[in-house]
């Protein structure tokens, strides 16, 4: 069975750090393009970051550039989000997700969805 399990999330002051992982099994991992979303209630889910499927290729949200940075380990199986200098604004549901393409861009059409993290920025 395919599964993506995220993890790292937490509370932490503003201007800490966090890494969030996210763990794929029952696929092939390398042939998919891996991204990070947020949400908060009763707003869309935003991309945060995006990492190509084979080469490291990356994109980030204008609101997280220089603060966060991802990465994958393909021997592993594992994408990593590293979040520094975090701010109260970055406290949300971050979910990873999968889709079999070198590249995504958006939240829809993704194969295989994380349940999910809490991060809490307090003030």
């Known amino acids: 069975e395919a599964q993506l399990v995220d993890s790292g999330g937490g509370l932490v002051q503003a201007g800490g750090s966090l890494r969030l992982s996210c763990a794929a099994s029952?696929?092939?991992?390398?042939?998919?393009?891996i991204g990070w979303f947020r949400q908060v209630p009763g707003k869309e889910p935003e991309g945060v970051s995006s990492i190509s499927s084979s080469d490291g290729i990356t994109d980030y949200a204008d609101s997280v550039k220089g603060r966060f940075t991802i990465s994958r380990d393909n021997a592993k199986n594992t994408v990593y989000l590293q979040m520094n200098s975090l701010k109260p604004e970055d406290t949300a549901d971050y979910y990873c997700?999968?889709?079999?393409?070198?590249?995504?861009?958006?939240?829809?059409?993704?194969?295989?969805w994380g349940k999910g993290i809490l991060v809490t920025v307090s003030s």
């Open positions: 997700a999968a889709r079999e393409t070198y590249w995504v861009n958006g939240y829809l059409g993704m194969d295989y």
């Open positions: 029952g696929f092939t991992f390398d042939h998919f393009a």
